[in-house]
């Protein structure tokens, strides 16, 4: 598993960056904003960055810089920051190439059951975040877990991401960290995926980023190992998932106040 530096405060371990990586300075920007405000805070961290989105609506969404370019970046975060890394991979050749680069190879929910997906993604040794299908129960779950344990690799971690709730809506069931947690996997509530309003008529993913507070109170009182958020500077401008996503001035505002609750549950 992911070594994080000693959190003394026995916080929950975060996910945060921007839903893709639109460029070098942007990417950088945004790691050392965060990672003043979790070291500050005593929360251990990891760098969230997309190199590529091979899941969009429309064929003109944006996808990506280029794999290795954005790779690079990812690896740069690390290497001056000293801070894990995550990325998304979409298909088992990729899973070699992004290990190379970054320290966690997180699996997309809708990716969640692909076998040949998993298996390539365990034989790396990286620690593998598995999101979970929004047409999966958590209970379901385990068969993911399972694959990667199966093919030899025990460093998993588990995310809630919402379930679908008629065409354009996802619901949270928060019943399922505890759930998923018996496993014996960190579990981790993905605060702004969860708020995604999916399949729009535009093309382009909706969101409810007023929410965002309200998710993870409710996932850190629960007892969430970990959450993920993703932040931008300027969401209105981000070329992926503005529109469920946290301006970044408001990060460090709301995890002090989640640093409270997992104190007084605790």
Known sequence: MIEFKNNPAGNFFLLAG????????????????????????????????????ANRSRLDSFTGIGDEKALKILKKVHDTFGVPTVTDIHAAEEAAMAAEYVDVLQIPAFLCRQTDLLV????????????????LSPLAMRFAADKVVEAGNRQVMLTERGTTFG?????????????????????????????????QTSGVTGGMPQLIETVAKAGVAVGADGLFIETHENPAVAKSDGANMLKLDLLEELLTKLVRIREAVR
């Open 120 to 135: 390539a993604s365990a034989k790396t040794g990286k620690t593998i975040n598995i999101k979970k299908g929004q047409f």
């Open 18 to 53: 921007p839903c893709v990586i639109e460029g070098e300075e942007m990417a950088m920007r945004i790691a050392e904003r965060i990672v003043t405000i979790t070291e500050k805070l005593q929360i251990p961290y990891v760098f969230k960055g997309s190199y590529r989105k």
């Open 167 to 199: 065409y354009q809506d996802l619901v949270i069931d928060y019943r399922g960290i505890p759930e998923m947690q018996s496993f014996g996997f960190p579990v981790i509530l993905d605060v702004t995926h969860s708020l995604q309003q999916p399949n």
